[in-house]
Nanobody
């Protein structure tokens, strides 16, 4: 059974940084795209960033470009999201995801099959 477990969320002041981690188990995902999405209260889940199977290509939402960096360690079945210069509008629950079909860095929710339970990030003024 595939499980994704996120960690690293918390409360941080605007301008601060956090690093999220997502450990995958129940399979080997070195050939699969991985991604981060987020969902703020009352809003739909939205794409944040994705990375292809060999870390050659990454993609980001315009709202986080230049501030967030996605990376992965295939030996550890883990994907990371380094978040710098955080803003109050980054407040959300952050979810990692793995695609069964795609190796490329996809941006749509429908491309991803496995999801974690999420980790909460709160950015205060």
């Amino acid at each position: 059974q595939v499980q994704l477990v996120e960690s690293g969320g918390g409360l941080v002041q605007a301008g601060g940084s956090l690093r999220l981690s997502c450990a995958a188990s129940g399979g080997t995902f070195s050939s699969n795209a991985m991604a981060w999405f987020r969902q703020a209260p009352g809003k739909e889940r939205e794409f944040v960033g994705s990375i292809d199977w060999d870390s050659i290509r990454t993609r980001y939402a315009d709202s986080v470009k230049g501030r967030f960096t996605i990376s992965r360690d295939n030996a550890k079945n883990t994907v990371y999201l380094q978040m710098n210069t955080l803003k109050p509008e980054d407040t959300a629950r952050y979810y990692c995801a793995v695609s069964r079909l795609y190796a490329s860095a996809e941006t749509s929710l429908s491309a991803y099959d496995y999801w974690g339970q999420g980790t909460r990030v709160t950015v205060s003024l």
